[in-house]
């Protein structure tokens, strides 16, 4: 015997033990325990914490591609330090080698992104890879900003030495993703999962903002795109194996942090 709802959460009766962990962790408080088991109500936000906590396996999602679900790995089990030391020694990358992405770890990075978290667990994330219409996009866009930049040379100092060669927005990387969405910090979390993923595969990363400011102002670069209803050009990421080495950390400034 089961108990399920329209969200598509089903908990097998035969095998709920009636613990409750599912309904202490519920975030959206749709869990109760009625007669020893636990039985779902309107207003689940189908996060999975309640399958993902089970001790028995009671909870089931049968509309959720279950495939790749997997003991959990904690990342405290993951070298602090070496992964702070990683973090420092990133550098946003605009020199690539020609060599393709291999499609193992283009899916890892798909991966990561679709694992990121969404605000009401929306997953309402979408990622767009330009491909064939890389080379197309990126003329569209230079000679969009050649344009600009011929104005803007007379109000910026950075502009004044700006070289818009043929490939400035991708850098000749082979592999080009755009991440878009409903919401700016969702796609913004997504693409930062992304880029460390990346990074751990021996990719380089650039966050191009140039072009998605270039992808809200031009219609023919939008209707390339082809983005899901509702959704704009949040983050650009542009990847590909670095054509340079950096020997060090690059320092910062000291930042501001208080203590309220």
Do not use: W
């Not at 033990?17 to 749709?30: M, Q, T």
């Amino acid at each position: 015997m089961s108990n399920t709802t329209a969200n598509c959460i089903v908990i097998d009766e035969s095998k709920c033990i009636g613990c409750a962990k599912c309904v202490k962790d519920c975030v959206a408080f749709a869990l109760y325990i009625e007669n020893g088991k636990a039985n779902v109500r309107e207003g689940c936000i189908e996060c999975g914490h309640c399958f993902a906590i089970c001790p028995v396996g009671a909870v089931d999602m049968p509309a959720y591609d279950k495939s790749d679900c997997e003991a959990v790995t904690n990342l405290s089990e993951i070298d602090s330090e070496t992964l702070l030391a990683g973090i420092k020694s990133r550098r946003t990358i605009r020199q690539y080698k020609s060599t393709p992405v291999e499609k193992e770890k283009l899916d890892m990075i798909l991966k990561a992104g679709q694992y990121a978290p969404t605000g009401g667990n929306s997953q309402n994330v979408a990622f767009t890879i330009l491909g064939s219409k890389q080379d197309e996009i990126e003329r569209e866009c230079v000679k969009l900003f050649r344009a600009g930049v011929g104005i803007g040379k007379n109000f910026s100092k950075f502009l004044k030495n700006t070289e818009i060669s043929d490939n400035f927005f991708f850098k000749g990387a082979p592999l080009v993703i755009v991440v878009s969405g409903h919401s700016e910090v969702n796609a913004t979390i997504a693409a930062a999962y992304m880029e460390l993923e990346a990074n751990s595969l021996g990719l380089g990363v650039l966050y191009s903002g140039f072009f998605c400011s270039c992808a809200k102002i031009n219609p023919k670069i939008k209707s390339a795109l082809k983005l899901p209803k509702g959704h704009k050009a949040v983050c650009c990421l542009i990847i590909g194996y670095p054509d340079v080495k950096y020997e060090r950390t690059a320092p910062r400034r000291k930042h501001e942090v208080k203590t309220l």
